[in-house]
């Protein structure tokens, strides 16, 4: 059974730093993209990054662009979430994204349950 | 960026009637858009892929479908279990964009 596991959330000030963990379980975690999507508080979805295979390359979005690194550990089939420079409008559930296909196609079939981030003095 | 345009923002519903909620993408995405559905304090689940792929376990009642660069969530009969937040996102390329959600409520 395919599981991802977020951790790390919580409450943070802002202009400080925060990593998020998500351990995958169930399946052959380098075989796959990963992805952080969030969702702010009564919002819609938003993705944040991407990470190709062995984590050669990474996608952003605009708004994190610059601030959060994702990366991957494949032995430890850990995903991660380097957030630095936190800012309010970054206060969200971030979610744990694996795609369906193994090709990298971003479609997502299995999610996190979610952490809760919240920036605030 | 490729915008995802949704509508509606909500919509109420009776049971065994048939809803349609819309994407409109601000370029040709070639079909590469699928449908989520979101309950409360859940994650989202994928319904739909490839615009017309139902995701499996999906009940049939979900369909999509597409006309250039709308695109379309049908559901038939609708259940109680259908009530939740319904998004669109393209997956054609990066950034990969959400549409803003679709509240169904069911009557």
């Known amino acids: 059974e395919v599981q991802l596991v977020e951790s790390g959330g919580g409450l943070v000030q802002p202009g400080r730093s925060m990593k998020l963990s998500c351990a995958a379980s169930?399946?052959?975690?380098?075989?796959?993209?990963m992805a952080w999507v969030r969702q702010a508080p009564k919002k819609g979805l938003e993705w944040v990054a991407s990470?190709?295979?062995?984590?050669?390359?990474?996608y952003y979005g605009d708004s994190v662009k610059g601030r959060f690194t994702i990366s991957r550990d494949n032995a430890k089939s850990t995903l991660y979430l380097q957030m630095n420079s936190l800012r309010s409008e970054d206060t969200a559930t971030y979610y744990c994204?694996?795609?369906?296909?193994?090709?990298?196609?971003?479609?997502?079939?299995?999610w996190g349950q979610g952490v809760m981030v919240t920036v605030s003095s | 960026d490729i915008q995802m345009t949704q509508s509606p923002a909500s919509l109420s519903a009776s049971l065994g009637e048939t809803v349609s909620i819309e994407c409109l993408a601000s370029?040709?995405?070639?079909?590469?858009l699928a449908w989520y559905q979101q309950k409360p304090g859940k994650s989202p689940q994928l319904l739909i892929y490839?615009?017309?792929s139902l995701q499996d376990g999906v009940p049939s009642r979900f369909s999509g479908s597409e006309s250039g660069t709308q695109y379309s969530l049908e559901i038939n009969s609708l259940q109680p279990e259908d009530e939740g937040d319904y998004f669109c996102?393209?997956?054609?390329?990066?950034?990969?964009?959400f549409g803003s959600g679709t509240k169904l409520e069911i009557k």
């Open positions: 169930g399946f052959t975690f380098s075989d796959y993209y």
């Open positions: 994204a694996r795609p369906r296909f193994a090709t990298g196609i971003p479609i997502f079939d299995y």
């Open positions: 996102q393209q997956s054609y390329k990066f950034p990969l964009t």
């Open positions: 370029e040709d995405i070639y079909s590469n």
């Open positions: 490839y615009a017309s």
């Open positions: 990470i190709s295979y062995e984590g050669s390359s990474t």
